[in-house]
Nanobody, 120 residues
């Protein structure tokens, strides 16, 4: 059994910063790519950023230059540093991870999400 647990969401004023964390735990042999997605009210879930096991990153155009994704492989944790936040960044943020279990099983896991609200 594998779990992803996000933390770090909350209310922040426009222009402010937040750092999200997502820790994976359970029967994990290896974690490949990890990523952050978000879903705003009334909208579809969209990709925010991804990071490979080797540290290569990619970002949605809307967050380039403002958000930074990173990971600590020893802690099975991925982070999302969000700076210069805008009201349109308001959403539930989800992490996901491509995980190979001890028995060679491969699955994409999702966290339950953490709410980020950007408002004055």
């Amino acid at each position: 059994q594998v779990q992803l647990v996000e933390s770090g969401g909350g209310l922040v004023q426009p222009g402010g910063s937040l750092r999200l964390s997502c820790a994976a735990s359970g029967s994990i042999f290896r974690i490949n790519a990890m990523g952050w997605y978000r879903q705003a009210p009334g909208k579809e879930r969209e990709l925010v950023a991804t990071i490979t096991s080797g540290g290569s990153t990619s970002y949605a155009d809307s967050v380039k230059g403002r958000f930074t994704i990173s990971r600590d492989n020893a802690k099975n944790t991925v982070y999302l540093q969000m700076n210069s936040l805008k009201p349109e960044d308001t959403a539930v943020y989800y992490c996901n991870a491509d995980i190979i279990g001890y028995y060679g099983d491969y699955k994409i896991y999702w966290g339950k999400g953490t709410l980020v609200t950007v408002s004055s």
